[in-house]
């Protein structure tokens, strides 16, 4: 079965654990106002790629991969297109090939609950843990990505949280704390990662002719990730700020 690729990004070291093999799957349930790969959401997009292309150049970048290293599949949201993808995952597990899913966390089926098995790791993207304002962002609730995060918890899966501080948006303290709260027993989180908002993808929305709807939006001030940092660390202790 085929995938439809948007992009890779080779010796990357932002998403995952060490040096690894960033796979852009194309397509995306979500509609987050600051989506930073916009021309990764349709469904109709990407490059539809054999199976056997992503094992064979997963195969050749290994030996930059060292301990740590391996695989993420991006997007998009990676989930979407979990019966594609699974026999990969599989295919790469067997070559000794560690892998990273970047998910929303919003979908679910068999696939997906098989996919979440295979993968080594999960980046739990958490838009806002208020559900209203998540879905102000996303255009959906949280619902199942907290469910999500709970399958991962009781099935001894681990995975990291990624919450990025959008100024009005996801920067209040009673929403970062009632995160905390919810998550702060979790024995299978493994990093908190805070990610500051940036407009880094804004120009995608020129090229596709679409609206930016966080035009006028500041960026986070070092004082406003400082303390959204410490507000989390009073819960855990695996708080990154990137």
Known sequence: MMLKVHSYESLGTYDGPGIRLVVFLQGCPFRCLYC?????I???????????????????????????????????????????????????????????????????????????????????DIKEFNPERHRHITGRDNARTLETARWLEDHGKPF???????PGLSDFEEDIRALGEHFKDFKMIQRVELLPYHTLGKHKYETLGWKY????????????????????????????QN
């Open 36 to 40: 930073a790969n916009p021309d990764t």
């Open 160 to 166: 990291w949280i990624r919450y990025v501080l959008v």
């Open 42 to 124: 349709s469904f109709d997009g990407g490059t539809a790629t054999e199976p056997e292309e992503i094992i064979e150049r997963a195969v050749r970048e290994q030996p930059f991969f060292g301990k740590r290293g391996g695989v993420t599949f991006s997007g998009g949201e990676p989930t979407a297109q979990a019966s594609a993808l699974l026999p990969v995952v599989r295919a790469l597990k067997g070559k000794g090939i560690h892998v990273c899913l970047d998910t929303n966390g919003g979908i679910w089926n068999q696939d997906v609950e098989e996919l979440f098995s295979t993968a080594d790791l999960a980046l739990l």
């Open 213 to 240: 709807e966080l035009e006028g939006t500041p960026l986070n001030t070092p004082e406003q990730l400082a303390k959204a940092k410490s507000v989390l660390q009073e819960y855990f202790d695996c708080v990154i």
